[in-house]
Nanobody
Framework: VQLQASGGGWVQAGGSLRLSCSAS????????TAWFRQGPGNEREFVAA????????RYTDSVKGRFTISRDTAKNTVYLQMNGLKSEDTAVYYC???????????????????WGQGTQVTVSS
């Protein structure tokens, strides 16, 4: 499967953006899909994930209540709705997907086989 991330941009603190992760392939709904981000000088960190089967979701603590991950099966797309953005959310955001991810380990970047190219999110305070 090939992934393409889009939707990044510049926004003032408190604003919103919606990122999209579009995939090729008819079986994308089976893939556990996650968003990671990497800020300047930082390691890549987990943001959110949605399970391939059942649609369970998980978020890192810093985005809970502000970000929502969802899937549109018909469009082969996973979204990350980001509300209440803060300057510390500034990063390049990557989507990643894989089948067979052990859900308890879904926050580890090494567990994903497919990655999108990244989309820049800049939040101005």
């Amino acid at each position: 499967v090939q992934l393409q991330a889009s939707g990044g941009g510049w926004v003032q603190a408190g604003g919103s953006l919606r990122l999209s992760c579009s995939a090729s392939g008819r079986t994308f709904s089976r893939y556990t899909t996650a968003w990671f981000r990497q800020g300047p000088g930082n390691e890549r960190e987990f943001v959110a994930a949605i399970r391939g089967s059942g649609g369970s979701t998980r978020y890192t603590d810093s985005v809970k209540g502000r970000f929502t991950i969802s899937r549109d099966t018909a469009k082969n797309t996973v979204y990350l709705q980001m509300n209440g953005l803060k300057s510390e959310d500034t990063a390049v955001y990557y989507c990643a997907a894989s089948v067979g991810v052990i859900w308890s380990s879904m926050n580890g970047p090494g567990n994903y086989d497919h990655w999108g190219q990244g989309t820049q999110v800049t939040v101005s305070s």
